[in-house]
């Protein structure tokens, strides 16, 4: 009987479950408007300080998702928030995780007190298009 050899990529997938992640991109001005925080603050400084707990109850967010990570992209001027929920598709192995498209709507009752909901959770995953035609004109 042989043995199947097995690579560390294939002991490390079979010992850890698959995670279930996704990002959330935010303007950093919109951002502005929910939380205070400092584009150099650590990811540690972040979650210690309650940050990842209020961007989750502004933002509307589930019950199961929880935000995990946050980093700030200057040249798009915006907010990558990492996100991770059961509700996210499973994390295939050297893919980056789904946009998470979190679509809000504002409602104005009668009695002139407006409040926001959350109306929809898209999931938007990134194809990538390879072609096998190698053309040369």
């Not at 929910?34 to 603050?41: E, F, H, K, M, R």
């Not at 499973?90 to 109306?119: H, Q, W």
Request: glycine fraction near 4%; include cysteine.
């Amino acid at each position: 009987m042989q043995k199947e050899s097995m690579s560390i990529n294939d002991v490390l997938a079979s010992s850890r479950p698959a995670r279930h992640l996704g990002i959330i991109r935010v303007s950093a001005t919109a951002l502005d408007e929910l939380v205070s925080i400092d584009q150099t603050d650590t990811q540690g400084k972040l979650r210690d300080t309650g940050i990842f707990a209020q961007l989750h109850e502004k933002m509307l967010l589930p019950a199961s998702y929880s935000v995990f990570g946050m980093f700030y992209r200057p040249l798009q001027h915006s907010w990558e928030i990492c996100v991770e929920s059961s509700d996210l598709p499973a994390l295939e192995e050297y893919c980056d995780p789904p946009m998470v498209i979190p679509t809000y709507r504002r409602i104005y009752p009668e009695n002139g007190t407006s409040y926001t909901e959350l109306k929809e959770i898209r999931i938007e995953r990134w194809v990538e298009i390879v072609s096998n035609d190698r053309r040369t004109d």
